[in-house]
């Protein structure tokens, strides 16, 4: 089965969880290219259904764009207040 590329302007909050043709149309790409650009890999439901996840296509844009998400920045905080805490 092949799934249509949805209409960007009938998507105006895009869902947490997303198809593979949905998520390429968030991103910009073609659904062939959501892996090999972003390196995203999708949620597994089940033997038949991949889903990818906003917040993880959020996160590799950021990436590409040379931005820490916000966790990331958080995590390094902690590990630097341990690992000076430890010396």
Do not use: F, H, Q
Request: one cysteine or more; charged letters at 30%.
């Amino acid at each position: 089965m092949t799934e249509r590329r949805p209409a960007l302007d009938r998507l105006p909050d895009w869902p947490r969880m997303m198809s593979r043709s949905v998520a390429a149309a968030y991103c910009g790409v073609s659904p062939n290219m959501i892996g090999k650009v972003y390196g995203v890999e999708p949620v597994r439901l089940n033997a038949r259904r991949a889903l990818y996840d906003r917040r993880d296509l959020d996160a590799a844009i950021d990436r590409k764009k040379g931005y820490a998400p916000e966790n990331d920045k958080i995590m390094g905080a902690i590990k630097n207040a341990s690992s000076n805490a430890l010396r």
